[in-house]
């Protein structure tokens, strides 16, 4: 039976079977709903942008557009987050960080994303997947296909239609986040780290370039936002 109905799996799997997102497209007839999300370093401006557009989905069409952010965005899953960002707890094995982030996401998933698209909602994610992708398989050094493997249990088929990716170096985003706050568990991370980051950024969007958009986000904010809305115009018009 599951070898029957699960699609072939092409060599490069997951980069060419699960990059792109089916789900959408199996609502016809109705309202579709669209899945969005914006990834980048920290202090790569994601908040501003994710505000930004939503502002300007709502002035064109979008009546309903939900935002919500990784790790986070459920009650349960912000209780994730405090476990993930706490910086006293400077031993967590690299398997069980990415273990606890795709259990933040598998309730976000189940309880609020995966209902806001069958309702024909917009939904913008601060982080998704592909931040587990480029933190945990990249720069941990757990493999990004591993990773994907891993998450697709908690993603139940749902992928971004499109994914805007802020690109900057390493050490500004890392310059605004001090400047922010006090650094959290994975802000104190090393400067390799934080470079490996940046730098998995630009190489899973290059992997992925029908989903991901690379935006330079050294750019002013009202420069970055004009690009990300002529994507997600592309986007809409193609559907
Ligand atoms: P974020 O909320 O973007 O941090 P901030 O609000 O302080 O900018 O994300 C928290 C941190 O978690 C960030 O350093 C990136 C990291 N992260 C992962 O390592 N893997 C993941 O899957 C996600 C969603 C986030």
Same mark, same amino acid.
């Given at each position: 039976f599951?070898?029957?109905r699960?699609p072939?799996?092409?060599?490069?799997?997951?980069?060419?079977?699960?990059?792109?997102? $089916?789900y *959408?497209?199996?609502? =016809?007839?109705q309202?579709?709903?669209?899945?969005?999300t914006m990834?980048?370093?920290?202090?790569?401006g994601?908040?501003t &942008?994710?505000?930004?557009?939503?502002?300007?989905? +709502?002035?064109?069409?979008?009546?309903? @557009? @939900?935002?919500?952010?990784?790790?986070?965005?459920?009650v349960i899953?912000?209780?994730?987050r405090?476990?993930?960002?706490?910086?006293?707890?400077?031993? +967590?094995?690299?398997?069980?960080? #990415?273990?606890?982030?795709?259990a933040?996401?598998? &309730?976000l998933v189940?309880? @609020?994303?995966?209902?806001?698209l069958? *309702?024909?909602k917009?939904?913008? $994610?601060d982080?998704?997947?592909?931040s $587990?992708?480029?933190?945990q398989?990249?720069?941990?050094g757990?493999?990004?296909?591993?990773?994907?493997?891993?998450?697709?249990? #908690?993603?139940?088929?749902?992928?971004?239609?499109?994914?805007?990716?802020?690109?900057?170096?390493?050490?500004?985003g890392l310059a605004r986040?001090? $400047?922010r706050?006090?650094?959290?568990?994975?802000e *104190?991370?090393?400067?390799a780290f934080?470079?490996?980051v *940046? &730098?998995?950024?630009?190489?899973?969007?290059?992997l992925?370039?029908?989903?991901?958009?690379?935006i330079?986000?050294?750019q002013?904010?009202e420069t970055?936002?004009?690009?990300? =809305?002529?994507q997600v115009?592309?986007?809409?018009?193609a559907?």
């Amino acid at each position: 039976f599951l070898m029957i109905r699960r699609p072939p799996r092409s060599t490069l799997f997951p980069y060419t079977t699960l990059f792109r997102s $089916s789900y *959408a497209k199996e609502k =016809v007839g109705q309202m579709k709903g669209i899945f969005l999300t914006m990834e980048g370093p920290d202090g790569s401006g994601k908040t501003t &942008q994710i505000l930004k557009l939503k502002e300007h989905l +709502m002035q064109h069409g979008y009546d309903k @557009v @939900v935002v919500t952010r990784e790790p986070g965005g459920t009650v349960i899953s912000e209780a994730v987050r405090g476990i993930l960002l706490n910086r006293e707890y400077a031993e +967590m094995d690299d398997h069980t960080e #990415a273990l606890l982030y795709a259990a933040a996401r598998a &309730q976000l998933v189940a309880q @609020v994303i995966k209902p806001a698209l069958d *309702a024909g909602k917009a939904v913008i $994610s601060d982080r998704f997947v592909d931040s $587990s992708a480029v933190y945990q398989g990249m720069a941990r050094g757990l493999g990004v296909e591993k990773i994907y493997e891993l998450n697709g249990f #908690a993603m139940q088929g749902i992928w971004p239609d499109l994914t805007i990716h802020l690109d900057l170096p390493a050490e500004v985003g890392l310059a605004r986040a001090k $400047s922010r706050a006090e650094l959290d568990r994975m802000e *104190a991370q090393s400067t390799a780290f934080h470079e490996k980051v *940046a &730098q998995g950024y630009r190489d899973l969007a290059a992997l992925a370039p029908e989903r991901i958009v690379t935006i330079d986000a050294t750019q002013d904010i009202e420069t970055i936002h004009a690009e990300v =809305v002529k994507q997600v115009e592309k986007l809409l018009a193609a559907r």
